[in-house]
C-alpha cells in the first residue's frame, strides 16, 4: 500500500515535474499499463496529475503550467472553483480574517485570500490539506492551514472579536456513493446545522451552493440573507453564493452575473418580480433571450418591465421587441424568417447546419434536428416556441452580438 508522505515527496522530485511536463499529452491508460521504471510504484497517480492538469486547461490556466504545483484527484478539479468565479467572489467579501471551513483545492481561498489581512484555511483530509499548503508556499501566500472537520473546528474556535471573522463555505454537493444531493441538509457539511455556531463566532458568511437547488426554498431555510448571486461563465449556470450577514433584516437582493467577453450584470428583489407584470405580444423584429442567470433566478416580468419588451408567452420566457436593445442581458436574435418549412430552411441550413433552441414548444431540439435532419452549427438558429397567440411557432433568426460592457441594478439604469 502506498503511503502518502512518500507519494507527496516523490511529486516534488525534480524529474517526476520534468516526466510529468514531457508527457502531458500522453494516452494515460498505457502509462498505468506500461509505466516507465522511474515511475514505480506511483504511475497511476503521475497520470491523475496528469489527468486532473488537463481538466484545469480553461478553468485555472496559471496553475497548468506552473508543474511546482501539486494537483488534487481530477474529480477535484471538476469541482473547483474557475478562476473567473473566484475572482468574482471577492466582490463580495472582504474585512480582517477570512476563514474557508471546507478548503479543498483553495482556488477561492487563494482569491479572497487577496481581500482580508487574514486567511485560515480549514480541510478534514489531511492530504488535501498538505497540498495546500506546499502550493500556498509555491505561490508565496501566506494561509493558515488547519486539517479538521469544518463543524468541529467551530466547537473549538474562540475568538475575542468575533466581528472580525468572516466565513466561507463550499459543502459537498455528493453523498458517500458519490451521487449528487438536492437538499441543503444532504450536503456535508449540514449548512443548516452550522448556521447557529457561525452566528456566534463570525459576523458573515457566504455560502457557495449548486445551481440546481432552489433559491426560495434555500431562502425559507437560511435567515439573514443579505443578497444572492447567481453565477454563469459564457451562459453556462455555475454555482448560487449565499451572502449571509447576520445583522441584515429585510428582503435579499438577487443578483445575477453572466461572465463572459461581455459582463452581463441583473440585479432584482423577489416582491420587486411579485408585483411586475408583463405584457405579452406577437413576435416583432427581434427575439430576446435572458442568459442562464436570470432564467435560474426567475426574474420573469420585472426585466419585461426594465427594458420595456413584451413576452411572447407565460410559460415561454422569451420576448419581443421592435427596436434593439443593446445592453440586453442575454442573446438578442433578429428574426429573418416567421414562418418555416423544408424549403425555407434549406436556405439557411447550409450543410445541414443550424442552431436550434426550443422553448416551451412541443418538440425538443434533438427532435427538431432529427425531423429536418440537420446539426448544429453555423450563423443561423432555428427556434421553436409558444407565442401568445397559443399557437407553435418556428422561425429563423441571426444573432445579434451585444455592444458595450451591460451592467443593470434593477431601479438604477
Same mark, same amino acid.
Given at each position: 500500500m502506498i503511503e502518502w508522505n512518500e507519494l507527496f515527496v516523490f511529486l516534488q522530485k525534480a524529474k517526476t515535474k520534468k516526466f510529468i511536463q514531457e508527457n502531458i499529452n500522453c494516452d494515460v491508460h498505457k502509462l498505468i499499463l506500461n509505466p516507465?521504471? /522511474?515511475?514505480?510504484? =506511483?504511475?497511476?497517480?503521475? #497520470?491523475e496529475q496528469i489527468l486532473s492538469r488537463r481538466k484545469a486547461k480553461g478553468k485555472i490556466d496559471s496553475w497548468v503550467t506552473n508543474f511546482d504545483l501539486i494537483f488534487p484527484a481530477p474529480l477535484s478539479i471538476e469541482q473547483a472553483s474557475s478562476g473567473k468565479t473566484a475572482v468574482y467572489k471577492k466582490l463580495i467579501l472582504k474585512g480582517q480574517h477570512l476563514i474557508d471551513l471546507t478548503g479543498g483545492m483553495g482556488i477561492d481561498t487563494l482569491a479572497l485570500s487577496e481581500n482580508f489581512k487574514q486567511t485560515t484555511y480549514i480541510e478534514q483530509q489531511d492530504e488535501i490539506a498538505q497540498v495546500f499548503k506546499h502550493n500556498c508556499e509555491v505561490l508565496g501566500k501566506q494561509?493558515?492551514?488547519?486539517?479538521?472537520?469544518?463543524?468541529?473546528?467551530?466547537?473549538?474556535?474562540?475568538?475575542?472579536?468575533? /466581528?472580525?471573522?468572516? =466565513?466561507?463555505?463550499?459543502? #459537498?454537493?455528493?453523498?458517500?456513493?458519490?451521487?449528487?444531493?438536492f437538499n441543503l441538509e444532504d450536503c456535508s457539511p449540514n449548512i443548516i446545522e452550522l448556521l447557529p455556531l457561525l452566528e456566534e463566532k463570525g459576523v458573515r458568511v457566504l455560502i457557495k451552493l449548486s445551481p440546481f437547488l432552489?433559491?426560495?426554498?434555500?431562502?425559507?431555510?437560511?435567515?439573514?440573507?443579505?443578497?444572492?448571486?447567481?453565477?454563469?461563465?459564457?451562459?453556462d449556470c455555475k454555482e448560487l453564493l449565499i451572502h449571509v450577514d447576520f445583522s441584515f433584516e429585510g428582503d435579499p437582493q438577487i443578483k445575477t452575473i453572466n461572465i463572459g467577453d461581455l459582463n452581463q450584470i441583473y440585479d432584482f428583489s423577489f416582491p420587486q418580480e411579485l408585483i411586475s407584470h408583463s405584457r405579452f405580444d406577437n413576435l416583432g423584429r427581434f427575439l430576446l433571450e435572458p442568459n442562464a442567470s436570470i432564467l435560474k433566478a426567475g426574474a420573469f416580468n420585472k426585466i419585461a418591465l426594465d427594458f420595456g419588451v413584451s413576452k411572447l408567452h407565460p410559460n415561454t420566457h422569451l420576448y419581443t421587441s421592435e427596436n434593439q436593445i443593446s445592453s440586453w442581458p442575454g442573446r438578442t436574435f433578429e428574426i429573418l424568417e416567421a414562418k418555416v418549412d423544408k424549403k425555407v430552411l434549406s436556405k439557411y441550413a447550409i450543410g445541414g447546419l443550424i442552431n436550434v433552441i426550443t422553448r416551451n414548444y412541443p418538440m425538443t431540439p434533438a427532435t427538431l434536428k432529427k425531423k429536418f435532419k440537420i446539426k448544429d452549427g453555423g450563423k443561423f438558429f432555428l427556434i421553436g416556441f409558444s407565442g401568445s397567440d397559443k399557437k407553435n411557432h418556428l422561425v429563423i433568426g441571426k444573432r445579434i452580438k451585444e455592444v458595450g460592457l451591460l451592467n443593470w441594478v434593477s431601479g438604477h439604469n
Open positions: 516507465p521504471a /522511474q515511475l514505480s510504484p =506511483f504511475a497511476k497517480q503521475v #497520470a494561509i493558515e492551514v488547519i486539517s479538521q472537520e469544518a463543524k468541529s473546528f467551530l466547537e473549538q474556535k474562540t475568538s475575542s472579536e468575533p /466581528q472580525q471573522i468572516t =466565513f466561507f463555505i463550499d459543502p #459537498a454537493r455528493r453523498d458517500e456513493s458519490k451521487n449528487k444531493v432552489d433559491i426560495k426554498l434555500i431562502l425559507e431555510k437560511i435567515p439573514h440573507v443579505k443578497e444572492v448571486h447567481v453565477v454563469s461563465v459564457k451562459n
